[in-house]
């Protein structure tokens, strides 16, 4: 079984400047994750989808972060305008439809950002 | 939140068992206690999971004290492979709030 894909692996890029991450989930997984893990902590939530529709985005910062999963496969993960603060690994993780507290959540390799 | 408190760094020879615990003494009655472990530039990898009763699979196994407060988690025979930060967590809805973990150091 094929796992949780994400590209790109790594992105350098300047503050202010705008960057895109795309996961594509394990097949059949109605229900996605995006987490942000700065260096040294483990990683934070920032927004949940099952299917296309958002669960909880309580922890996206909505005045530059935004993501979309349309038709409930990929999703992509935006920032706009990247800050310093930015810089971290976003992971992707994914589950399929079922007890949630109770079922695994497969993790992506993550995208490593660094802002400059 | 029910928060965990796991220490910061463990050590561990090859082959020798390891036990990694993990204080939840805030644990509701809901709460699933999950383990993950997080391998060097990979992503979070399930370890095991627990409700009351103590665990096993190929992995591990996890001892869960008889009121809940606390966990541990045994590798009963480490290897280089399992040098990770090993992440308890507590679940009683479906997002999972990571803390630091614990950095496990396997010494050959």
């Known amino acids: 079984e094929a796992g949780v894909a994400q590209s790109p692996r790594y992105k350098i890029i300047e503050k202010r400047q705008s960057v895109a991450f795309w996961c594509n989930p394990i097949?059949?997984?109605?229900?996605l994750y995006w987490y942000q893990q700065i260096l040294g902590q483990g990683p934070k939530l920032l927004i949940q989808?099952?299917?296309?529709?958002?669960?909880?985005d309580s922890q996206l910062p909505k005045d530059r972060f935004s993501a979309e999963r349309l038709k409930g496969v990929d999703s992509t993960l935006k920032i706009q305008p990247a800050k310093l603060e930015d810089s971290a690994v976003y992971l992707c993780?994914?589950?399929?439809?079922?007890?949630?507290?109770?079922?695994?959540?497969?993790f992506g390799p993550g995208t490593r950002l660094t802002v400059l | 939140d029910a928060k965990t408190t796991q220490p910061n760094s463990m050590e561990s020879n090859e082959e020798e068992p390891v036990h990694l615990p993990c204080n939840h003494s805030?644990?509701?009655?809901?709460?699933?206690i999950h383990w993950y472990r997080q391998l060097p530039s990979q992503g979070p990898e399930y370890v095991i999971h627990?409700?009351?009763s103590n665990v096993n699979n190929r992995m591990a196994s996890l001892a869960i004290a008889e009121d809940r407060k606390s966990s541990t988690l045994i590798l009963h025979r480490a290897t280089l492979r399992d040098a990770a930060v090993y992440y308890c967590?507590?679940?009683?809805?479906?997002?999972?709030?990571f803390g630091a973990g614990t950095r496990l150091t396997v010494k050959p």
């Open positions: 993780a994914s589950r399929p439809l079922g007890r949630g507290t109770r079922d695994t959540q497969y």
């Open positions: 097949s059949g997984h109605a229900t």
């Open positions: 989808f099952q299917n296309n529709g958002v669960v909880d």
């Open positions: 805030t644990i509701s009655g809901t709460d699933y």
């Open positions: 627990g409700l009351t």
């Open positions: 967590i507590l679940r009683d809805v479906d997002d999972m709030r």
